[in-house]
């Protein structure tokens, strides 16, 4: 672990003067890309993303969330061992998607919603895309079938909860609140400023991402290894949604389950845009990002198995 972290570093800062040499030699093709992921934030993410950050942010502030969190308590507890708040927001981040569920946790983290002891289990419960996007874009969007899009949602939860599950026998039982406390005071911020402000910097990854995945697809193509299948992994890797329209243009289970895991593992852009929040909750990057892996490993091997049953 300490040779990664020495290593990665040098890796990074020789990715990002690649980066910047390929927009400097080839400034129209990615300023455009640039500008095509900030398209599709604007029009297909925004809309979706800010008004349920919003909106989570108004209801973790209020008492009846509270209440509800004390009821549900005893069965996240149980079966994740975080708390009741944990649990709920497990809940809305599978009804409302990335990044919610990781803004949710830096949210409560700071008013004492959630104990410090739990943040890591609970970021990597809360970290799931929604059926709006699993079912809606990348089933009856891109592979043209809402059933094939309720299966990788199904697989998708699958794999992230069980992992979940599995990472509850590395806490202590007495680590876990029984009645969560939340310090509501006049400092929380101001909801839709801090949603704002969240959304742009979601914006900001995509458009990034976007462009990055462009690069990373034209050397593929230059190094004769433009392949569907190698071209959607490396693709997805970084830009999930890149990755999963490639995927779609497959077709067949292999590509099914690929999809799967880049929606569950997220991609460079969906991680980014999660620990943007998730290093103010004091969640480490690199151990979250290796159970972001196994989760999406799992999701693969069942969105395989369901997709051979039906394909």
């Known amino acids: 672990m300490q040779k990664v972290k020495k290593f990665f570093p040098y890796l990074t800062s020789i990715v990002v003067v690649l980066a910047m040499a390929c927009f400097l030699a080839f400034p ?20 979706a993303t ?15 969330f509270q209440r509800a969190a004390g009821k549900i308590a005893p069965l996240a507890r149980n079966a994740f061992r975080v708390s009741g708040a944990g649990g709920l927001c497990a809940v809305l981040s599978a009804l409302s998607g990335y990044p919610v569920g990781a803004r949710t946790v830096y949210d409560l983290y700071t008013r004492g919603a959630v104990d410090k002891s739990e943040t890591f289990r609970l970021a990597c419960l809360s970290s799931t895309s929604g059926p709006m996007f699993l079912v809606g874009a990348v089933g009856a969007g891109m592979f043209k079938s809402a059933a094939l899009g309720w299966i990788l949602f199904a697989s998708h939860l699958l794999g992230v909860y069980l992992v979940s599950f599995l990472l509850r026998f590395t806490a202590k039982k007495s680590t876990v609140s029984e009645v969560p406390k939340f310090a509501l005071t006049k400092n929380d911020g101001n909801p839709l400023m801090d949603s704002v402000i969240s959304v742009l910097a979601v914006g900001g990854a995509i458009a990034i991402f976007y462009a990055f ?26 830009e999930m949604t890149s990755g999963c329209k490639l995927c779609s243009e497959i077709g067949n289970m292999y590509s099914v389950a690929l999809s799967a895991f880049l929606v569950t593992f997220g991609g460079g852009c969906v991680l980014i845009q999660q620990t943007i929040f998730l290093s103010r909750a004091g969640v480490k990057s690199l151990p979250f990002i290796g159970v972001k892996f196994l989760q999406g490993s799992v999701s693969a091997l069942f969105a395989l198995g369901f997709a051979a049953a039906i394909l």
């Not at 129209?28 to 809309?47: D, I, K, N, Q, S």
């Not at 800010?50 to 009846?64: G, H, N, S, Y």
């Not at 190094?223 to 569907?228: E, F, H, P």
Request: charged residues 10%.
């Open 50 to 64: 800010l008004p349920f950050l919003f909106l989570t942010a108004i209801l973790t502030r209020q008492r009846v």
């Open 213 to 238: 995945s462009g690069i990373v697809c034209d050397a593929l193509s230059l190094a004769g290894l433009s392949n569907g299948f190698l071209s959607a992994a490396v693709t997805g890797l970084i």
């Open 28 to 47: 129209a093709r990615y300023t455009h890309l640039v500008l095509e992921g900030a398209t599709l934030f604007a029009v297909c993410v925004m809309p």
